[in-house]
Protein backbone atom coordinates (compact mmCIF):
# COMPACT_ATOMS: atom_id res chain seq x y z
CA UNK A 1 0.00 0.00 0.00
CA UNK A 2 1.69 3.54 -0.95
CA UNK A 3 1.52 6.40 1.76
CA UNK A 4 2.49 9.91 1.75
CA UNK A 5 6.33 10.31 1.33
CA UNK A 6 7.86 13.47 3.24
CA UNK A 7 10.49 14.68 1.08
CA UNK A 8 12.97 16.24 3.57
CA UNK A 9 13.76 20.67 2.34
CA UNK A 10 16.35 22.76 3.83
CA UNK A 11 16.51 26.82 3.99
CA UNK A 12 19.15 28.45 2.69
CA UNK A 13 20.88 31.90 3.81
CA UNK A 14 23.34 32.69 1.02
CA UNK A 15 23.46 35.70 -1.52
CA UNK A 16 21.48 33.71 -4.30
CA UNK A 17 19.03 32.03 -1.64
CA UNK A 18 15.77 32.94 -3.92
CA UNK A 19 17.23 30.98 -7.13
CA UNK A 20 18.61 28.15 -5.31
CA UNK A 21 15.29 28.13 -3.11
CA UNK A 22 13.29 28.54 -6.56
CA UNK A 23 15.85 25.58 -8.34
CA UNK A 24 14.94 23.19 -5.06
CA UNK A 25 11.08 23.99 -5.34
CA UNK A 26 11.61 22.92 -8.93
CA UNK A 27 13.50 19.43 -8.08
CA UNK A 28 11.03 19.14 -5.25
CA UNK A 29 8.03 18.94 -7.14
CA UNK A 30 9.63 16.80 -10.21
CA UNK A 31 10.52 13.98 -7.12
CA UNK A 32 7.00 14.65 -5.49
CA UNK A 33 5.19 13.97 -9.16
CA UNK A 34 7.34 10.77 -10.06
CA UNK A 35 6.77 9.17 -6.68
CA UNK A 36 2.95 10.01 -7.31
CA UNK A 37 3.33 8.20 -10.75
CA UNK A 38 5.10 5.49 -8.88
CA UNK A 39 2.19 5.08 -6.10
CA UNK A 40 -0.79 5.24 -8.43
CA UNK A 41 0.54 2.72 -10.45
CA UNK A 42 0.81 0.11 -7.97
CA UNK A 43 -2.59 0.87 -6.61
CA UNK A 44 -4.56 0.66 -10.21
CA UNK A 45 -2.32 -2.71 -10.82
CA UNK A 46 -3.86 -3.84 -7.75
CA UNK A 47 -7.14 -2.88 -8.17
CA UNK A 48 -7.51 -3.75 -11.79
CA UNK A 49 -6.13 -7.43 -10.89
CA UNK A 50 -9.57 -7.72 -8.65
CA UNK A 51 -11.73 -6.24 -11.25
CA UNK A 52 -14.04 -4.95 -8.43
CA UNK A 53 -14.60 -1.16 -10.16
CA UNK A 54 -13.11 1.24 -12.85
CA UNK A 55 -11.22 4.28 -12.21
CA UNK A 56 -12.50 7.84 -13.09
CA UNK A 57 -9.99 7.99 -15.23
CA UNK A 58 -10.63 5.45 -17.39
CA UNK A 59 -14.48 6.26 -18.03
CA UNK A 60 -15.61 6.95 -21.88
CA UNK A 61 -17.78 10.01 -22.82
CA UNK A 62 -21.67 8.47 -23.07
CA UNK A 63 -20.31 5.39 -21.16
CA UNK A 64 -23.34 4.30 -18.91
CA UNK A 65 -22.42 1.03 -17.78
CA UNK A 66 -19.44 1.42 -15.51
CA UNK A 67 -18.77 0.56 -11.53
CA UNK A 68 -16.56 3.18 -9.90
CA UNK A 69 -15.93 3.47 -6.06
CA UNK A 70 -15.36 7.07 -4.35
CA UNK A 71 -15.47 9.58 -1.67
CA UNK A 72 -17.90 12.25 -1.69
CA UNK A 73 -16.12 15.32 -1.17
CA UNK A 74 -18.67 17.65 -1.45
CA UNK A 75 -22.75 17.95 -1.48
CA UNK A 76 -24.96 21.07 -2.84
CA UNK A 77 -28.44 21.47 -3.42
CA UNK A 78 -30.20 24.36 -4.97
CA UNK A 79 -33.14 25.02 -7.09
CA UNK A 80 -33.58 26.07 -10.60
CA UNK A 81 -35.93 27.98 -13.34
CA UNK A 82 -35.53 27.65 -16.67
CA UNK A 83 -37.81 27.48 -20.06
CA UNK A 84 -38.27 23.51 -19.94
CA UNK A 85 -39.26 24.02 -15.76
CA UNK A 86 -38.28 24.37 -12.41
CA UNK A 87 -37.41 22.10 -9.40
CA UNK A 88 -33.99 20.84 -7.43
CA UNK A 89 -30.35 20.36 -8.77
CA UNK A 90 -28.18 18.55 -6.06
CA UNK A 91 -23.99 18.52 -7.08
CA UNK A 92 -21.45 16.05 -5.40
CA UNK A 93 -18.14 16.28 -6.10
CA UNK A 94 -16.30 12.88 -5.74
CA UNK A 95 -12.55 11.40 -5.58
CA UNK A 96 -11.61 7.93 -6.06
CA UNK A 97 -8.21 6.08 -4.84
CA UNK A 98 -6.41 7.91 -7.54
CA UNK A 99 -7.07 11.06 -6.48
CA UNK A 100 -9.04 11.80 -9.71
CA UNK A 101 -12.09 14.23 -9.05
CA UNK A 102 -15.02 14.18 -11.11
CA UNK A 103 -18.76 16.27 -10.37
CA UNK A 104 -21.82 14.09 -10.11
CA UNK A 105 -25.43 15.76 -11.12
CA UNK A 106 -29.06 14.87 -9.79
CA UNK A 107 -32.56 16.13 -10.45
CA UNK A 108 -35.81 16.21 -8.77
CA UNK A 109 -37.19 12.50 -7.93
CA UNK A 110 -33.39 11.56 -8.55
CA UNK A 111 -32.14 13.72 -5.52
CA UNK A 112 -35.12 11.72 -3.28
CA UNK A 113 -33.79 8.17 -4.79
CA UNK A 114 -30.73 8.46 -3.34
CA UNK A 115 -30.58 10.61 -0.45
CA UNK A 116 -29.51 7.76 2.15
CA UNK A 117 -26.26 7.67 0.29
CA UNK A 118 -24.61 10.98 -0.86
CA UNK A 119 -23.75 12.50 2.44
CA UNK A 120 -20.09 14.19 3.02
CA UNK A 121 -17.36 12.09 3.67
CA UNK A 122 -19.38 8.76 2.56
CA UNK A 123 -17.50 5.89 0.84
CA UNK A 124 -19.56 4.67 -2.23
CA UNK A 125 -19.99 2.27 -4.78
CA UNK A 126 -21.76 3.91 -8.37
CA UNK A 127 -23.26 2.02 -10.89
CA UNK A 128 -24.33 2.55 -14.31
CA UNK A 129 -25.54 6.48 -15.16
CA UNK A 130 -24.36 8.84 -17.72
CA UNK A 131 -20.96 10.24 -18.15
CA UNK A 132 -21.73 13.36 -20.26
CA UNK A 133 -19.26 16.35 -21.27
CA UNK A 134 -18.94 19.09 -18.92
CA UNK A 135 -20.91 22.90 -19.68
CA UNK A 136 -17.43 25.13 -19.74
CA UNK A 137 -19.81 28.07 -19.04
CA UNK A 138 -19.65 26.88 -15.43
CA UNK A 139 -16.98 25.49 -12.90
CA UNK A 140 -15.57 21.51 -12.93
CA UNK A 141 -13.57 19.09 -11.37
CA UNK A 142 -13.31 17.55 -14.17
CA UNK A 143 -11.84 18.67 -17.37
CA UNK A 144 -13.55 16.52 -19.85
CA UNK A 145 -16.76 14.82 -18.43
CA UNK A 146 -19.49 14.95 -15.68
CA UNK A 147 -21.67 12.27 -14.23
CA UNK A 148 -25.65 12.49 -14.23
CA UNK A 149 -27.89 9.39 -12.48
CA UNK A 150 -30.90 8.24 -14.05
CA UNK A 151 -33.30 5.46 -13.78
CA UNK A 152 -30.38 2.61 -14.06
CA UNK A 153 -27.95 3.88 -11.35
CA UNK A 154 -27.49 2.63 -8.39
CA UNK A 155 -25.71 3.28 -5.32
CA UNK A 156 -24.17 1.20 -2.32
CA UNK A 157 -21.81 2.20 0.82
CA UNK A 158 -18.56 0.97 0.56
CA UNK A 159 -17.38 -1.04 3.75
CA UNK A 160 -14.21 -0.23 2.66
CA UNK A 161 -13.70 3.27 3.35
CA UNK A 162 -11.46 5.36 0.74
CA UNK A 163 -8.96 7.36 2.90
CA UNK A 164 -8.55 10.96 1.57
CA UNK A 165 -5.16 11.21 3.96
CA UNK A 166 -3.55 8.86 1.16
CA UNK A 167 -4.76 10.64 -1.62
CA UNK A 168 -1.73 12.63 -3.50
CA UNK A 169 -2.23 16.07 -5.27
CA UNK A 170 -2.38 15.76 -8.96
CA UNK A 171 0.18 19.36 -9.18
CA UNK A 172 0.54 21.40 -12.78
CA UNK A 173 3.51 23.79 -13.07
CA UNK A 174 2.64 27.76 -13.09
CA UNK A 175 3.50 28.35 -16.94
CA UNK A 176 1.02 24.66 -17.80
CA UNK A 177 -1.86 26.52 -15.96
CA UNK A 178 -1.51 29.68 -17.75
CA UNK A 179 -1.64 28.42 -20.93
CA UNK A 180 -5.00 26.44 -20.19
CA UNK A 181 -8.33 28.01 -21.99
CA UNK A 182 -10.69 26.66 -19.80
CA UNK A 183 -10.95 29.11 -16.36
CA UNK A 184 -13.23 26.84 -14.81
CA UNK A 185 -10.82 23.90 -13.83
CA UNK A 186 -9.92 23.14 -10.40
CA UNK A 187 -6.25 22.06 -10.04
CA UNK A 188 -3.31 22.16 -7.65
CA UNK A 189 -0.15 23.82 -7.50
CA UNK A 190 2.83 23.84 -5.39
CA UNK A 191 5.12 26.79 -5.12
CA UNK A 192 7.46 28.80 -2.73
CA UNK A 193 6.61 32.83 -1.49
CA UNK A 194 9.75 34.56 -3.00
CA UNK A 195 8.79 37.67 -2.18
CA UNK A 196 6.45 40.02 -0.10
CA UNK A 197 4.98 43.58 -0.72
CA UNK A 198 2.13 45.48 0.82
CA UNK A 199 -0.76 46.76 -1.04
CA UNK A 200 -1.75 49.82 -1.38
CA UNK A 201 -5.30 50.98 -2.27
Known amino acids: MCRNKRIKRTMDSSPNAEDQSMKRSARWLERASNYQVECNGKMTAERQRKGEYSFIKDLKLY ?98 EINIGTLLFSFKRFEEVTKTNNENIFFDVLGFITSVRPLYF
Open 63 to 160: QESFSIKVLILKVSLEQFSSSKGSGQVQKIIVIDEEGTKIQATLFNATIATFEEYIHLNNTIIIKNGKVRPINRKYASVNPIFGLAFGQNTKITVSEN
